[in-house]
């Protein structure tokens, strides 16, 4: 069934910084396909939030700007504007495919574009698209015939905002087989739900218990001083709630997986935080080559297309 609230939310532009997200999740389901190529389980690869096709870039001509990922479209007088694979095809192109591919999208218009990359695959994997929300979505995938002796998989959760509820992510910790990759939103949308004052609106306060898992977010932002002879309490901000909560959320990750990464930082073009890329999952070596590849950060060599 088609979701016609997700429609206001269309957005035919991302930023530039979307090539970064998408080149270190293409850097890490390569790294984790070819280390279970020999290996006898099936494997699952959910996009809970998987977007269209593609995305409209729009980028100022810089020197180094290109990437293996773009398809350089039109030139305009100091900006070029380009076309970015979404995650979905960034899932489908990798060398040793996944045994099945899952996609969560409720927004109508974008369901259509992967019912196209679908009968574009159709012959070479195997996709299971499904137009509802990524709770849903997950619901029916960790309800289906998969345990740890047969299955493996990554889910890559990449929501607009905070839209992403904890009990999914802990609904895949669960079963024991699924590693994340998570767009942890913290400056993009958490931050900007939390008033200097302390008077969290309570639909706000609502998405965050939801996203969090509990209400423990609001210590970790905010501070309460009695004062006076009445002690009357005075709610602060503290200087380093943007630290808590990415610590609080990277907890629950490592108690619910086992293993949590370093956090990998993007940034928009003028350098101001935007998210935060964190995986998490049940084994070492998936740590270890999740650290390797998110640690990359900002070293990540430029690919000029055409280059080998
Ligand atoms: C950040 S975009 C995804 C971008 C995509 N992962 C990529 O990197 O190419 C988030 C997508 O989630 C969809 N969406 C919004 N709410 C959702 C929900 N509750 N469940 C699943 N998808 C949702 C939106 O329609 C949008 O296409």
Known sequence: MYHRQYEEI???EVGPWAKEKLDILARYLDFYT????NQPWRTIYIDAFAGGGSAKVRIKNEPAATFDLLEPTDSQDGEQEEFLHGSPRVALDIANPFSRYVFCEPAAKRAVELNELEAEFSNSRQIKLLKVPAAEGIAWVTSQAISKKTHRGVAFLDPFGARLEWSSVQSLADTGLFEVVVNFA?????N???PNDGDVPVAWADTLDRYFGSHEWFEEVYSSDAHGLFASTEIRKRDDYSERLLELYRRNLKNAFGFVSTPRL??????APLYY???AGPHRKGLEGADYILRMGDKLPKIRKGST
């Open 277 to 279: 890329l964190l995986w």
């Open 266 to 271: 993007i940034r928009n073009t003028r350098g």
């Open 186 to 190: 913290l400056n993009m949308a958490i």
């Open 192 to 194: 900007r739900m939390l």
């Open 34 to 37: 070819k280390v279970l190529k």
């Open 10 to 12: 269309m957005v035919a």
